[in-house]
């Protein structure tokens, strides 16, 4: 694989793929996905097909080193997994969410590498301390306020993964900001996650995870709680199973 500069060590190394969210997660089957420039050439030419692509392995990325995914990537996404699996069970077999033992500082930590996966390298190098918080797996950090997560449950089987400044916009009874701030989200089965920079929004859909200004180990998620997220309207890099 190429060499590049890794989203979470920030090292010059030989890139691999990174599954956002974590393969194990429900992503490792076929998927078709749109380019953000693909939904914007699609409203200029909406006679034309919107152009597609297709992954036979799920949706990822090569914005990290083989190092970073295998070490500390691998012990978050084994965290996630697990949430994710206890979620599908309560959805699928109508079971209570019951999971023993569980660590949020790891799930919320395997967030924090997706979104520094999926956007571009000047992110991570501009919020170094996103990185580091993941380096050290026993890191328990008081971040600067403007770091706020959001989460809520997607059961729905289309997903988003969205990078940069933006304006968020979905139906009224849904959530609105007109305001363009810093979001990276990731919708996909069975979760919907955010990070928003420098503010707190109004997201009645998705819970206000972690203030991690306050964070500590022993932070408490309920997650029978977390609202349910539809996944509305196409946004960069749009994908659903094939
Ligand atoms: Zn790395």
């Known amino acids: 694989m190429k060499e590049a500069i890794c989203h979470i060590c920030l090292k010059n190394r030989p ?46 990325y090569l914005n990290g080193c083989g190092e970073c995914n295998n070490g500390v990537g691998s012990i978050y996404a084994s965290e996630y997994i697990r949430w994710a699996n206890a979620v599908d069970n309560s959805f699928n077999q109508n079971v209570i969410f019951d999971v023993k033992d569980l660590k949020p500082l790891l799930f919320i930590k395997q967030l924090i590498f997706d979104f520094l996966i999926i956007n571009n390298i000047s992110f991570s190098q501009e919020h170094i301390l996103l990185a580091k918080f993941l380096l050290d797996k026993n890191m328990c950090i008081k971040l600067a306020p403007k770091y706020n997560i959001y989460i809520g449950v997607n059961i729905y089987g289309d997903g988003r993964v969205v990078g940069g400044p933006s304006f968020i916009e979905e139906t009224a009874d849904n959530w609105l900001s007109s305001d363009r701030i810093y979001l990276s989200e990731i919708v996909h089965y069975p979760f919907a996650y955010q990070l928003v920079l420098d503010k707190k929004i109004n997201a009645p859909h998705r819970s206000h995870l972690v203030d991690i200004t306050h964070f500590s180990e022993d932070i408490e998620i309920v997650l029978p709680d977390l609202p349910l997220v539809k996944c509305v309207g196409a946004l960069p890099n749009s994908f659903e199973p094939a």
Not at 22 to 40: E, H, M, Q, R, W
Not at 42 to 60: A, Q
Request: avoid cysteine.
């Open 15 to 60: 890139m691999t793929k990174n599954h956002v969210p974590a393969l194990g997660g429900f992503n490792s089957g076929p998927i078709i996905y749109t380019k953000g420039k693909n939904i914007v050439r699609s409203m200029e030419y909406p006679n034309e097909p919107v152009r597609t692509s297709m992954n036979h392995n799920g949706m990822y």
